[in-house]
């Protein structure tokens, strides 16, 4: 997973000639005593999975109290979408220095964690609102505004992400496809691309399954040592209990499991949690964990379907494996024998490469021992 920042600022027109700060730093200004907002639009960028973080960015020329608010709101692409609108409530921001600095202030969430639906492409608008308050509102001058420092989270490297990966396999798809057939050229497969993007992607997913080449992190939160798997979750990495204690669990099925809190198998607690069991959309972790949040690191699957302006989220080195699978399916949908066999002995060559070298750079634990005797569990502990 990946992080996209952007800067939605200030641009200015003007007469003549200018110099000093505003040069490089335009702003709007928010005139004291008055109800004024300043708002920005800007298209969600490629990738997107969710809003990290915004910040306002500012020139410090006052202090006091700013009582200010802010919104923001969310329009679909398609014609006829109707905006949505989440909106925060007035707060107050205090402000000690007025050295003409840059300062930041950090937009509430509230004023964005109700907007749904949003997608790559879509339009966000940002506001802030200043109140005419002066009872409320000390801050001693104008509020000059620089513009809104945005943090995307994103299921791709987006600046990797321009589609020619994803264009690259599926003309090679195409090209094998639309070859000869015994003395006569057959181009006249007619399978929309969106389809073939779709196979593309479901190798991409088994990919991510099988050789575990995505991994991302959040926060789980631990009740009764048991959590809930977050979305597109494969298999967990590690957990971090403290300040520097990282623990590598290992995932059991649910007979062991059982095995071993039935009959207390294995109980460290400095190794703590050591198992864990999968169920339902459940992480349960033995023995066991104090009711908390945690951050964890976990492989996991693709969020993007790959398309003409989005690559496998996959490394480019298993581009291969994604176009001779997608032949070989492609080949059965059109009734091209030929080619099947062929691209399913190719595909199944190259994972089978891609799978030897994941099992000799993997450190591998020895399975479950009774009473408390494991004897190869490394590294269980990582400072």
């Known amino acids: 997973m990946a992080t996209r920042v952007e800067f939605w600022g200030v641009e200015e027109l003007g007469l003549g000639e200018d110099s000093g700060a505003s040069l490089s730093v335009p702003f709007k200004s928010l005139a004291l005593g008055q109800k004024m907002y300043w708002r920005k639009s800007?298209?969600?960028?490629?990738?997107?999975?969710?809003?990290?973080?915004?910040?306002?960015?500012?020139?410090?020329?006052?202090?006091?109290?700013?009582?200010?608010?802010?919104?923001?709101?969310?329009?679909?692409?398609?014609?006829?979408?109707?905006?949505?609108?989440?909106?925060?409530?007035?707060?107050?921001?205090?402000?000690?220095?007025?050295?003409?600095?840059?300062?930041?202030?950090?937009?509430?969430?509230?004023?964005?964690?109700?907007?749904?639906?949003?997608?790559?492409?879509?339009?966000?608008?940002?506001?802030?609102?200043?109140?005419?308050?002066?009872?409320?509102?000390?801050?001693?001058?104008?509020?000059?505004?620089?513009?809104?420092?945005?943090?995307?989270?994103?299921?791709?490297?987006?600046?990797?992400?321009?589609?020619?990966?994803?264009k690259r396999i599926l003309g090679k798809v195409l090209l094998t496809i639309g070859s000869p057939l015994g003395k006569m050229a057959r181009t006249d497969y007619n399978i929309p691309e969106a389809a073939i993007y779709s196979i593309m992607g479901d190798y991409a997913t088994k990919i991510a399954e099988d050789l575990l080449c995505l991994e991302t992190s959040t926060t789980l939160t631990v009740t009764s040592s048991a959590g809930s798997e977050p979305t597109g979750f494969i298999s967990l990495k590690l957990i971090e209990l403290g300040t520097d204690l990282y623990i590598q669990p290992k995932e059991i099925d649910l007979i062991d499991y059982d095995l071993i809190v039935r009959n207390n198998y294995y109980s460290d607690p400095i190794q703590t949690?050591?198992?864990?069991?999968?169920?339902?959309?459940?992480?349960?972790?033995?023995?066991?964990?104090?009711?908390?949040?945690?951050?964890?690191?976990?492989?996991?699957?693709?969020?993007?379907?790959?398309?003409?302006?989005?690559?496998?989220?996959?490394?480019?080195?298993?581009?291969?494996?994604?176009?001779?699978?997608?032949?070989?399916e492609v080949a059965a949908m059109v009734g091209r024998s030929d080619l099947i066999n062929i691209y399913s002995v190719k595909y199944q060559q190259e994972m089978d490469n891609a799978l030897g070298n994941l099992a000799r750079a993997r450190t591998v634990t020895e399975g479950i021992k009774p009473y408390g005797y494991n004897k190869y569990i490394k590294p269980i502990l990582e400072h």
């Open 273 to 328: 949690p050591l198992y864990y069991k999968r169920w339902n959309g459940t992480i349960t972790f033995h023995p066991t964990v104090d009711s908390d949040s945690y951050t964890i690191y976990y492989y996991t699957r693709p969020t993007t379907t790959p398309s003409s302006s989005a690559d496998p989220e996959t490394p480019s080195n298993y581009d291969k494996i994604i176009e001779y699978g997608t032949i070989s």
């Open 42 to 166: 800007g298209v969600i960028p490629l990738g997107y999975t969710s809003i990290s973080s915004i910040q306002l960015r500012f020139i410090r020329k006052g202090t006091g109290n700013l009582y200010i608010k802010f919104a923001c709101s969310h329009t679909a692409q398609a014609t006829g979408s109707a905006p949505s609108e989440d909106v925060d409530s007035y707060t107050t921001y205090t402000e000690t220095s007025a050295d003409s600095s840059m300062g930041n202030l950090t937009v509430p969430s509230t004023a964005y964690n109700g907007l749904t639906g949003m997608a790559a492409g879509d339009t966000l608008s940002l506001t802030v609102y200043r109140d005419d308050s002066g009872a409320t509102d000390t801050y001693t001058t104008d509020f000059d505004v620089a513009g809104f420092l945005i943090t995307f989270s994103t299921g791709v490297d987006v600046e990797a992400s321009t589609g020619d990966r994803s």
